[in-house]
């Protein structure tokens, strides 16, 4: 037997120590990953809009809770009794998770970014139950096998505000949609890791440690002011739970940089809480839903007659109260006896018949007018991606004439038959309030690293798509709309500024079954309209109770966010006097 035990010894100190040490060495270190702190997410002003708090992640070491190590044979059992309620989960689920099928497994999460209150509970009852198990050698720490990782959770201070733009990130650290998305990479930063040597679950100090540490993310600057962007939410929550309506919202662009001060949706969601999020209201509606504008697009068939010198504001144009042109009988929303309008009129009562004859003036024939008018809509923006980047944007639809129906020929110059999202909309009259430059919009102001320095946003392109004369003369035009008691946008007047403005109220394409149904009510325009600093875009999806044209419903909010903005940026009157350009002419 001596001899035996002798044998034995030598075999393991001797000939299998190094295999022996290997595997001592193995079990003893363990490594972490060190998540790197997300980048925060500010207004313009430095407001935090999306943010992160110190948060842990639960995990175990499943070969701590074997019966040679617990000393009980139902560890597993004990320690998920004691963990379910603390952490909000079934304890079969926490079973499977501390008796895997690997039984050489060292790491399992239990939680992800738990607050430290939920940390501080289990760590409280670890040290009872070893506390316990000093003086009592029949007890048994089953928990001395949880521990925590230091991480962080992200959180939205002001729940709702602008969650739209700012999407969200999930309880497993996973950006879902908006800037979390979009700018990811930079948000992020880069996880660390460390490996150090453990005994019972504890660090050993004395053992050495590697660590490689992590880098944190960027902050992103974004161009939204926090107080505008709350005006303007507000604004559409409250017209579209009046009208009963789908959906809202409402964009404001400064007309001078192309910057997206506020983009606004309802309904929204709380980032802070999806559990209780309707899922149609997640994302960014009015980057994502594509509609057809109605009224509000005449503003483009407009600029190019101008531009191309077919007509001027005063151009007399005689409108019948019907207008037959290919295979339909054209009508404007209102039965009337034959008006005689100028061209200025014709956008003031907002005639679908005078745009139609109006633009028939663009080229030698139809199909010719219809190349010119299709080129001016791809300037404005149509067609085309809005040069945010934004995560699931769409570009809406602009068929080639060549495409264009029989129908759509004649459709298309007053905003149906064609689709655009709410930031290509606002877009077109920011183009002309900039004196006929379009600007692509920006939501992004700039990132901060972590080195403290601010790298500004690349300066966006822009693009001359009609004349400065063309764009003022149609700012004029669309001062009449509001200023002129023949125009249909009176509602949005805001006492003592000139406002230039244009309603909207097409028939609605209904997404879940691709038929007509209701209405999309919208009003655009900018403030002051001679001296043009803010663009304000409001549009109502399918209003159920009381009015749904445009100038009712969307004009108010119009006003409401534009009086609001004006003042928050302090833009004065310029205590000009408007044009007032005739709305009619005598026969």
């Known amino acids: ?57 639960i995990t175990a ?32 689920a926490l079973v499977k998770k501390l008796r895997p099928k690997n039984k050489a497994l060292r790491y399992v999460k239990l939680a992800s970014r738990q607050t430290p209150q939920v940390w501080k509970q289990i760590k409280d009852l670890k040290s009872a139950l070893a506390k316990k198990q000093e003086t009592d050698k029949s007890a048994h720490n089953v928990l001395a096998g949880v521990f925590s990782v230091a991480t962080s959770k992200r959180v939205y201070p002001n729940g709702d505000l602008a969650a739209g733009i700012l999407g969200w990130v999930n309880g497993e650290g996973k950006p879902g949609g908006g800037i979390e998305l979009q700018l990811d990479k930079r948000l992020a930063g880069k996880d660390g890791k460390i490996r150090y040597a453990q005994s019972g679950g504890r660090l050993v100090p004395t053992a050495g440690s590697t660590e490689t540490p992590a880098v944190p993310g960027s902050d992103v600057e974004l161009t939204i002011d926090r107080d505008i962007q709350w005006a303007a939410q507000k604004a559409i929550s409250d017209q579209v739970k009046e009208s009963a309506a789908d959906r809202g919202y409402v964009i404001v662009q400064d007309t001078r940089t192309g910057q997206v001060l506020a983009m606004a949706n309802s309904p929204g969601f709380d980032p802070n809480d999806l559990s209780g999020a309707d899922p149609t209201a997640l994302g960014n509606a009015a980057l994502q839903d594509a509609f057809e504008p109605g009224s509000t697009a005449k503003v483009m068939s407009m600029a190019a007659v101008l531009q191309e010198g077919a007509a001027t504001p005063m151009t007399h144009v005689v409108v019948p109260n019907r207008l037959h042109r290919g295979d339909r009988l054209f009508k404007d929303d209102v039965n009337h006896p034959t008006w005689h309008l100028t061209l200025n009129g014709v956008l003031a009562k907002s005639s679908n018949i005078g745009t139609i004859l109006a633009t028939g003036q663009l080229g030698r024939t139809q199909a010719q007018s219809n190349k010119v008018l299709y080129d001016y809509l791809r300037k404005f923006g149509l067609g085309s991606y809005t040069g945010l ?132 009510s919208s009003f655009a325009g900018f403030a002051p309209a001679d001296k043009p600093r803010i663009t304000v875009y409001c549009a109502i999806q399918n209003a159920t109770k009381g009015n749904y044209f445009g100038g009712q419903i969307c004009g108010p909010v119009y006003k409401q966010v534009m009086e609001f903005a004006l003042k928050s940026l302090q833009v004065p009157p310029t205590g000009a006097k408007p044009a007032r350009l005739p709305v009619t002419f005598k026969n």
């Open 389 to 520: 980047g934004f995560p699931g944007e769409t570009k809406g639809i602009l068929a080639p004439p060549d495409k264009w129906s029989t129908s759509q020929q004649y459709t298309i110059p007053f905003g149906q038959g064609v689709s655009i999202n709410a930031m290509q909309a606002a877009s077109v009259y920011s183009t002309i309030a900039n004196g006929g430059v379009r600007v692509e919009p920006t939501l992004v102001r700039g990132t901060k690293g972590p080195d403290g320095r601010f790298v500004p946003a690349p300066k966006p392109e822009k693009t001359r798509v009609v004349s400065a004369k063309t764009a003022k003369t149609l700012a004029q035009m669309l001062e009449s709309v509001v200023d002129d008691e023949e125009g249909t946008g009176t509602k949005a007047r805001i006492p003592g500024y000139r406002v230039a403005g244009k309603t909207g109220t097409a028939n609605r394409v209904d997404p879940a079954t691709g038929k007509y149904k209701g209405y999309t």
């Open 61 to 92: 070491d499943p070969t701590m809770f074997a019966p040679d190590q617990v000393k009980v044979g139902d560890g597993p059992e004990q320690a998920a009794a004691l963990l379910a309620p603390i952490l909000g989960q079934e304890q079969e």
């Open 1 to 57: 037997m001596l001899i035996a035990f002798v044998v034995r010894l030598f075999q393991v100190q001797a000939v299998d120590a190094s295999t022996y040490a290997a595997k001592a060495e193995q079990n003893r270190y363990v490594g972490q990953v060190l998540a790197a702190d997300r980048g925060e997410i500010t207004d313009r002003s430095g407001v935090a809009l999306a943010t992160s708090e110190d948060a842990y992640d």
